[in-house]
């Protein structure tokens, strides 16, 4: 699931700004979050996070998004995470 929300998030604003409108930012935030203080423990889970963090890059370059991603501490996250 998060390799296609990754690709369809890939160079399309319109679904960055609907995942957006729908608290996109804050739900792949939340998924992001698990891996703070652990690695992941198996490939799958790998995977899974590098995803997730593909789609939050590629969300986050819309302007609209970039002001809930900061608010929600989504730099500081992503750093812990890695």
């Known amino acids: 699931a998060a390799e ?4 369809l998030m890939q160079s399309n604003e319109a679904n960055q700004r609907q995942l957006g409108a729908m608290n996109g930012v804050d739900s792949l935030l939340q998924a992001v979050a698990m891996y703070k203080g652990r690695e992941p423990q198996n490939l799958h889970e790998e995977e899974m996070l590098e995803c997730l963090f593909d789609a939050l890059c590629w969300v986050v370059m819309l302007p609209e998004n970039k002001p809930t991603f900061v608010h929600a501490e989504g730099i500081e996250l992503m750093l812990l995470v890695i």
């Open 4 to 7: 296609l929300l990754s690709i």
